[in-house]
């Protein structure tokens, strides 16, 4: 099959698909194998190796849509994102980081890198500049995330290319947020795609997992270091994740809409102070969002009206579970000072515009009629059990 050619929806379900040639079923067999046959000396299937069988179709899948030559599944986001930034970067490099990462990859950077002798600089802001100004004479690779979390804000794909290829690094992108199905950066010049795939990929809740696409070139270099390193998905839980990306196409379709709904809906609440989306003409981002992505995400975030108790109100939600992670069916709320970018330092987080009533909402495929009527009871509830004057 040619998949340049077929939608999107029929590479979430056809691509990469094993065949059952000895009952003809309808799904790809599941391969459970730790120990094959090496007759054939070229290959050696292990898991270690990411060559099983089903990790090898899942990766064609995963590859194609992200239209990349080739693709490696991890155990996990971080051990995608680790393994493929250490395969570029080794003692006295430099690495330039957007500011404004996952709280797992900005662990990953300020807790390690030194041990490792690998410099780092964040920016200090998100325009094609602001990466220029960091650059060193070791700088190797730019490394950014768009849409960011917890802000949603978006960075210049084609700006950033264009420093990395000016200067000879090598651009790096967590595409998380976005999903393949809503943002493509190989298409813009992006050398390396990561992704939590136990985020849209997934789409239940239920996986966790990793994944990298790029070229066959630097797949290859990432792939000896992940053997090394040892973060392979088991084949179950690869299978798994082969059937959640079927209807990827679909369920983030559904999100994209109900977000904006949702955007739509918050932005015109008296009670909420801001809402951050970059579907929303409002938001500072949304004439390069337009630019760059298809669909703008199911990822929002919002503050409360300062008055207003984030927490009581996060508690007061029936329908919408406040919740780790994201990206889910079911729609979840959370919040960043407590959870996601605890770690930072109060004033890190406040340079950064993250509030301690900032609450990330990951919208899921409800209808957006239930979760508005769960808001409004939140607020309702919320206000009677606080009655401040709502003028401020
Ligand atoms: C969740 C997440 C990660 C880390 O993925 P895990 O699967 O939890 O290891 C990385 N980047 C982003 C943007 C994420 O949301």
Same mark, same amino acid.
């Given at each position: 099959?040619?998949?340049?050619?077929?939608?999107?929806?029929?590479?979430?379900?056809?691509?990469?698909?094993?065949?059952?040639?000895?009952?003809?079923? $309808?799904?790809?067999?599941?391969?459970?194998?730790?120990?094959?046959?090496?007759?054939?000396?070229?290959?050696?299937?292990?898991?270690?190796?990411?060559?099983?069988?089903?990790? +090898?179709?899942?990766?064609?899948?995963?590859?194609?849509?992200?239209?990349?030559?080739?693709?490696?599944?991890?155990?996990?986001?971080?051990?995608?994102?680790?393994?493929?930034?250490?395969?570029?970067?080794?003692?006295?490099?430099?690495?330039?980081?957007?500011?404004?990462?996952?709280?797992?990859?900005?662990?990953?950077?300020? +807790?390690?890198?030194?041990?490792?002798?690998? +410099?780092?600089?964040?920016?200090?802001?998100?325009?094609?500049?602001?990466?220029?100004?960091?650059?060193?004479?070791?700088?190797?690779?730019?490394?950014?995330?768009?849409?960011?979390?917890?802000?949603?804000?978006?960075?210049?794909?084609?700006?950033?290319?264009?420093?990395?290829?000016?200067?000879?690094?090598?651009?790096?992108?967590?595409?998380?947020?976005?999903?393949?199905?809503?943002?493509?950066?190989?298409?813009?010049?992006?050398?390396?795609?990561?992704?939590?795939?136990?985020?849209?990929?997934?789409?239940?809740?239920?996986?966790?997992?990793?994944?990298?696409?790029?070229?066959?070139?630097?797949?290859?270099?990432?792939?000896?270091?992940?053997?090394?390193?040892?973060?392979?998905?088991?084949?179950?839980?690869?299978?798994?994740?082969?059937?959640?990306?079927?209807?990827?196409?679909?369920?983030?379709?559904?999100?994209? +809409?109900? $977000?904006?709904?949702?955007?739509?809906?918050?932005?015109?609440?008296?009670?909420?102070?801001?809402?951050?989306?970059?579907?929303?003409?409002?938001?500072?981002?949304?004439?390069?969002?337009?630019?760059?992505?298809?669909?703008?995400?199911?990822?929002?975030?919002?503050?409360?009206?300062?008055?207003?108790?984030?927490?009581?109100?996060?508690?007061?939600?029936?329908?919408?579970?406040?919740?780790?992670?994201? $990206?889910?069916?079911?729609?979840?709320?959370?919040?960043?000072?407590?959870?996601?970018?605890?770690?930072?330092?109060?004033?890190?987080?406040?340079?950064?515009?993250?509030?301690?009533?900032?609450?990330?909402?990951?919208?899921?495929?409800?209808?957006?009629?239930?979760?508005?009527?769960?808001?409004?009871?939140?607020?309702?509830?919320?206000?009677?059990?606080?009655?401040?004057?709502?003028?401020?």
């Amino acid at each position: 099959m040619n998949k340049k050619d077929k939608g999107i929806n029929t590479i979430c379900t056809h691509v990469g698909q094993l065949e059952d040639k000895q009952y003809k079923g $309808a799904v790809s067999p599941l391969y459970m194998s730790s120990s094959y046959a090496f007759d054939d000396v070229a290959v050696k299937r292990y898991p270690r190796y990411f060559n099983t069988p089903n990790q +090898e179709g899942l990766s064609k899948k995963i590859a194609a849509l992200e239209h990349a030559e080739s693709a490696l599944i991890f155990g996990s986001g971080m051990a995608a994102v680790s393994t493929s930034l250490m395969a570029f970067l080794r003692a006295g490099d430099h690495v330039i980081l957007q500011q404004t990462l996952y709280g797992g990859t900005y662990n990953l950077i300020t +807790e390690e890198f030194s041990k490792y002798g690998i +410099e780092y600089t964040f920016t200090e802001g998100w325009e094609p500049k602001d990466f220029e100004a960091k650059l060193k004479e070791n700088t190797k690779v730019i490394y950014i995330e768009t849409p960011s979390n917890p802000l949603l804000t978006i960075t210049d794909l084609e700006g950033v290319v264009r420093i990395a290829k000016k200067y000879g690094l090598i651009s790096m992108i967590d595409n998380t947020f976005a999903s393949p199905i809503n943002q493509n950066p190989i298409d813009f010049g992006i050398d390396v795609v990561l992704h939590s795939a136990t985020k849209y990929m997934g789409g239940h809740s239920d996986i966790c997992a990793g994944a990298v696409a790029s070229t066959a070139e630097y797949i290859e270099q990432i792939f000896h270091l992940a053997k090394n390193f040892g973060g392979s998905l088991s084949d179950y839980t690869v299978w798994l994740l082969e059937r959640s990306i079927k209807t990827m196409g679909l369920r983030v379709k559904a999100q994209n +809409e109900n $977000a904006l709904t949702m955007a739509n809906f918050l932005n015109d609440l008296g009670d909420i102070a801001t809402v951050y989306y970059p579907g929303l003409s409002s938001h500072k981002d949304h004439d390069i969002a337009k630019k760059q992505m298809k669909g703008f995400g199911g990822m929002l975030s919002f503050e409360l009206k300062p008055h207003l108790d984030a927490s009581l109100f996060q508690k007061s939600l029936k329908l919408i579970k406040p919740s780790m992670s994201l $990206a889910g069916v079911e729609s979840t709320v959370l919040s960043p000072t407590q959870t996601s970018h605890a770690l930072m330092t109060p004033e890190v987080r406040v340079g950064q515009g993250i509030s301690d009533g900032l609450i990330r909402f990951s919208v899921g495929i409800e209808e957006p009629e239930d979760l508005m009527e769960d808001i409004e009871q939140a607020l309702t509830h919320i206000k009677t059990k606080n009655p401040i004057s709502a003028d401020n």
